[in-house]
């Protein structure tokens, strides 16, 4: 089988390839760098839209996300059909419930707070009008990508464990979900060889709370960790960042369910599994 996928540099994508290399032929396509106009399809069995622009630290005009989230894929995904593609899976992600919601489902009312979330859920309703007979579009909802060398917060946290000995954040009770690079890959090879539309879930069969998360991780790096309830801590991170506020205390469950039902699937390791795999770079 044949793939073209764009964001091949990005974690998932690259990851993805140097998973899958033995089994797949894989075409590379960077919207950025080549226009879409005279992109030859022939011969592609299934477009695996991994490219996004993701939040920024510094907020970009709403216009850059809707190019690079809506405008690209869905102008790919219109090349593709024409081409004779039979399947265009997007890389969406959980951002599209919006805030507020401590469970959610593939029936999940989606309620974007943030340009990238809203780009996305965009993106996905315009992507579901292209299908047709012999056009599948499957879209892939993960929450935060986990794993060997994975950008974003998970390693400032590894840093965090492995320098600090006494953390301002114990005793809290969430469950936030989380999806490993490997149960990720392992899913979106699922759905290429189920060639299902429809839209499916990530995430890993356990939610862990972050006193928990913490205390996994220093076991792995063997470090002794003393965790400590600071409400004043808790109170000012609210005010000055409800972001990293939220993350932190706040729950965000994934159900998968319908996803592992609808496709047969299982993930392929469990939640300690995955940490001792990250935290050892594997």
Do not use: W
């Not at 340009?115 to 299908?131: P, W």
């Not at 759905?191 to 913490?214: H, P, Q």
């Amino acid at each position: 089988m044949k793939i073209l996928i764009t964001g091949s540099s990005g974690y998932v994508g690259k990851s993805f390839i140097e998973a899958y290399k033995a089994k797949y032929e894989f075409c590379k396509f960077s919207l950025l760098n080549k226009p879409l106009e005279g992109l030859c399809l022939d011969g592609i069995d299934v477009v695996l839209h991994c490219a996004a622009l993701v939040h920024q630290v510094k907020e970009k005009p709403f216009q850059e996300y809707y190019n690079v989230n809506v405008k690209y894929p869905v102008n790919l995904a219109k090349e593709a059909k024409k081409s004779g593609v039979k399947q265009f899976i997007f890389i969406s992600t959980v951002s599209v419930y919006g805030e507020g919601k401590a469970i959610v489902t593939e029936e999940t009312v989606c309620n974007p707070s943030t340009a990238y979330g809203k780009s996305k859920y965009m993106a996905e309703v315009e992507l579901k009008k292209l299908e047709g007979d012999n056009f599948v579009v499957s879209i892939i909802r993960p929450p935060m990508v986990y794993g060997a060398n994975a950008p974003g917060n998970m390693g400032a946290l590894i840093n965090l464990v492995d320098r600090v000995r006494i953390i301002p954040l114990g005793n809290i009770v969430n469950e936030r979900s989380f999806v490993n690079i490997k149960n990720l890959l392992h899913l979106i090879d699922c759905v290429i060889e189920n060639g299902k539309s429809g839209l499916f879930l990530a995430c890993d069969d356990e939610a862990v709370g972050t006193s928990k998360l913490i205390e996994l991780i220093a076991k792995v790096l063997g470090k002794k960790v003393t965790l400590i309830s600071l409400p004043l801590f808790k109170k000012m991170l609210k005010v000055i960042r409800p972001s990293m506020h939220e993350s932190l205390y706040g729950s965000f469950q994934v159900n998968d369910d319908f996803t592992k039902k609808e496709l047969n699937y299982k993930n392929k390791i469990g939640v300690e599994e995955g940490i001792r795999l990250m935290v050892k770079g594997k």
